[in-house]
């Protein structure tokens, strides 16, 4: 055996040998090691971030040049922090404190030292940054946005966090990611792909040349260029219209689920974060408790819909074969049960359906709503069959679009109930609000624009998105894949005539706009919030649904006012001054756009700041109120 044992020592040395040199030179490539060669000093090269355009092939975003200057710690050499400080402008508390947090992060890596320095200060630091060792000018793109709207859709770019560096390895320190809207979204098709170039090092530390000739350097790429679904011109007009108002405006295309506009007010210029001035001004919006301009009311916002709802109900009532087009209900100033009533203004009785939508009749809609959960043989499974419908529709849960952001809406379901009462301890008429869109209900603008798009459609809608191409390449198939409701089609044309008759002969009458045949649905909402921990009714939200042209639509519109008193007031009018600016281009009804312009709810919105007793419809406020809704008469209980 003795005499195998040298050479199985050898043969075992062999293998050890020609393992470790596998692991060099094939498995641990030169290039890896050149991250973590100190001799080699790595510079990134930014590549172009993809620009973004309008529907129209508008441009909304491009780029400028900025110039960061960067630090790798362990290199930097005793240098007079003065004169660095002034060419900077910055003070030494802030040098100590950014070449401190460098140094934490990684003593020899490159670091962003002082970011988004202007052409000026690059020139004139640029003659003398041979004295300060350790330091570096980077070129970098910075976002430009080519006008001041859709703040909220575009979003902005910003200084990754530590959290994302150790997620995605992609991205270093003083790196840019999208942080909102379109620039999140679509952060790897905008971003590109950074290029990279070694620099040997001398044992002086001084730069020497190309590491190897530059055979491992690599060339940036560009980010692709992507076009977005919104109308950039309706999307200036809408945020015009909105000026001075809190509020929310989504329109869709039904044809296709793309979204025309995503308005959130107040809005904000996207170029207040761009550059150096991004972090004082971002602090500056992000601390308004009161205008909340970095709040996406659009996305986030979760209103009940109040009036528009009914006709999903009307629906829900002729898909379920409780109620016919013919059937009618009494009114008498409203629906009374038990010791409550759900108030109602006066208008013609009885009411069949076509009536009930164009009168917005709470009455009518308590009835149909009644029969739906009874018909089934408890609240409970009624409640159920209802919620299936309901929901079909994208409300009550997230609609899947492209956006990062959203609010899933609340829709009860019998286990909502169940929990909240207690199992068999609750009867329909404890959800009647259900039955007018208010109570427990609640939905974002974005949903009650697609809950259109669908009835537009006559019972199918696409996933709404914000992107229509990038770079001329195909969406993703779920956005161009239909989803219908639980509604069959022949229920559509008797609600689809009823929003039509509301803008021929009902609550919407006098926002007609000649030659478009619009169908749409106003819609009040109760306003409350808590002042000094006590429940205080507000001014009701303005509410407005509309889609147009009534036969091959081409948008679909939800607009909420906050604090806009009802649906036909605020809403209601800019839905009809949208609309018609996107069909015809221009504007015929000018006596609504000069209301809407010359008229301010700044102050509805300082009220619970004033200190001072306020008023709503000339009555005081109290903990709780019981109002008569002036049109589209919401629930509205009545003391015993």
């Known amino acids: 055996m003795r005499q195998f044992l040298l050479f199985f020592t050898i043969v075992c040395v062999g293998l050890i040998f020609i393992s470790r040199l596998f692991y060099l030179q094939i498995y641990n490539s030169p290039t890896n090691n050149l991250y973590e060669d100190n001799a080699i000093r790595k510079v990134y090269d930014y590549p172009k971030r993809g620009f973004v355009y309008d529907r129209n092939g508008t441009l909304l975003v491009s780029n400028q040049t900025s110039y960061d200057v960067m630090v790798i710690p362990q290199e930097v050499k005793p240098l007079d922090t003065l004169e660095f400080c002034n060419l900077l402008k910055i003070d030494k508390a802030t040098f100590l404190k950014t070449y401190n947090k460098a140094y934490h992060y990684s003593p020899r890596l490159p670091s962003v030292f002082v970011s988004h320095l202007s052409k000026a200060d690059y020139a004139v630091l640029q003659e003398k940054m041979r004295k300060f060792e350790g330091f570096y000018i980077q070129k970098r793109s910075l976002r430009h946005y080519e006008a001041s709207i859709g703040a909220n859709v575009l979003g902005d770019i910003g200084e990754v966090n530590l959290r994302t560096i150790e997620k995605d390895p992609y991205y270093k320190m003083g790196d840019l990611i999208g942080k909102q809207g379109v620039e999140l979204s679509y952060e790897e098709e905008l971003r590109g792909k950074k290029g990279i170039k070694f620099i040997q090092k001398n044992r002086f530390n001084k730069n020497i040349g190309p590491y190897k000739d530059g055979i491992f350097d690599t060339l940036p790429e560009a980010g692709k260029d992507i076009t977005i679904t919104i109308d950039a011109q309706l999307q200036a007009y809408g945020e015009k219209l909105m000026e001075h108002k809190h509020g929310g405006i989504i329109a869709i295309e039904p044809s296709t689920g793309e979204i025309l506009t995503m308005i959130s007010a107040p809005t904000y210029n996207p170029n207040a974060l761009v550059g150096r001035k991004r972090s004082k001004n971002f602090t500056k919006l992000y601390v308004d408790s009161i205008a909340k301009p970095l709040y996406d009311r659009g996305l986030l916002a979760q209103y009940p819909p109040g009036s528009p709802f009914k006709v999903l109900n009307a629906l829900i009532g002729l898909q379920e074969g409780v109620v016919t087009t013919n059937d009618k209900f009494t009114c008498s100033h409203g629906y009374r049960y038990g010791n409550r009533k759900m108030g109602c203004h006066g208008h013609i009785s009885p009411a069949n359906m076509n009536i009930g939508i164009y009168e917005s009749c709470n009455a009518y809609f308590a009835n149909v709503y009644r029969r739906i959960i009874e018909k089934y043989d408890?609240?409970?499974?009624?409640?159920?069959?209802?919620?299936?419908?309901?929901?079909?529709?994208?409300?009550?849960?997230?609609?899947?679009?492209?956006?990062?952001?959203g609010s899933p809406g609340r829709i009860p379901s019998g286990d909502f109930y169940d929990k909240w009462y207690g199992k068999n301890r609750w009867r329909t008429t404890f959800t009647l609000s259900n039955a007018i869109g208010?109570?427990?209900?609640?939905?974002?603008?974005?949903?009650?624009?697609?809950?259109?798009?669908?009835?537009?459609?006559?019972?199918?809608?696409?996933?709404?998105?914000?992107?229509?191409?990038?770079?001329d390449q195909p969406i993703d198939s779920k956005y161009t894949t239909p989803r219908h409701t639980t509604i069959d089609k022949r229920n559509f044309e008797p609600v689809i005539q009823g929003m039509f008759d509301v803008y021929n002969k009902g609550t919407a009458a006098s926002l007609q706009v000649k030659?478009?045949?619009?169908?749409?649905?106003?819609?009040?909402?109760?306003?409350?919030?808590?002042?000094?921990?006590?429940?205080?009714?507000?001014?009701?939200?303005?509410?407005?649904?509309?889609?147009?042209?009534?036969?091959?639509?081409?948008?679909a519109i939800a607009v909420f006012v906050e604090n806009g008193y009802w649906g036909s007031r605020f809403a209601g009018k800019i839905a009809s001054l949208m609309i018609e600016k996107y069909i015809n281009g221009t504007i015929s009804r000018t006596d609504l756009e000069k209301w809407i312009l010359t008229h301010s709810l700044e102050h509805e919105y300082a009220k619970p700041y004033s200190g001072e007793p306020f008023k709503i419809n000339g009555q005081t406020t109290l903990e709780v109120i019981d109002l008569k809704d002036n049109n589209d008469n919401k629930i509205l209980p009545t003391k015993p």
């Open 438 to 471: 208010q109570g427990e209900i609640e939905a974002t603008p974005i949903q009650l624009a697609n809950m259109v798009a669908a009835i537009a459609n006559r019972g199918y809608f696409f996933t709404p998105h914000i992107i229509k191409s990038i770079e």
């Open 378 to 405: 408890t609240p409970y499974e009624g409640m159920n069959v209802w919620n299936k419908h309901v929901t079909s529709f994208g409300l009550g849960d997230y609609l899947g679009y492209d956006l990062r952001i």
């Open 515 to 555: 030659d478009i045949e619009i169908c749409g649905k106003t819609g009040t909402a109760e306003n409350f919030v808590k002042i000094d921990g006590k429940k205080t009714q507000l001014t009701d939200h303005s509410i407005f649904v509309a889609f147009a042209p009534k036969d091959n639509p081409k948008i």
